[in-house]
């Protein structure tokens, strides 16, 4: 079992900033991949950026590609978002999950077996 925790998330101006948190308990943290999602009221949940267990290979939606910056301290058992230029387009409830899996990590919801509660980020336009 993974128990998965997120913050960071609040309100920001477009063109600002957010670093997201994913606390994880349970097995250790550097038997999974992590991954972001985000889901925006009345659409799917959506892939944001994924990290392999050991935190070298990383993977990005073209929407994050270039303005975010996920990773991995498995040492304090938590993963991060960093993201930049925020646009309005970026408000949703954004996720942490975590899945057992070796190699490239998943870009599905379906391929991640843990998830977190989710934090809100809204950015004003």
């Known amino acids: 079992q993974v128990q998965l925790v997120e913050s960071g998330g609040g309100l920001v101006q477009a063109g600002g900033s957010l670093r997201l948190s994913c606390a994880a308990s349970g097995r250790p943290f550097s038997s999974n991949a992590m991954g972001w999602f985000r889901q925006a009221p009345g659409e799917e949940r959506e892939f944001v950026a994924a990290?392999?267990?050991?935190?070298?290979?990383?993977v990005y939606a073209d929407s994050a590609k270039g303005r975010h910056t996920i990773s991995r301290d498995n040492a304090k058992n938590t993963m991060y978002l960093q993201m930049n230029s925020l646009q309005s387009e970026d408000t949703a409830v954004y996720y942490c999950?975590?899945?057992?899996?070796?190699?490239?990590?998943?870009?599905?919801?379906?391929?991640?077996?843990?998830w977190g509660q989710g934090t809100q980020v809204t950015v004003s336009s």
């Open positions: 990290i392999n267990r050991g935190g070298g290979s990383t």
């Open positions: 999950a975590a899945d057992r899996v070796f190699g490239r990590p998943p870009t599905s919801p379906s391929e991640y077996e843990f």
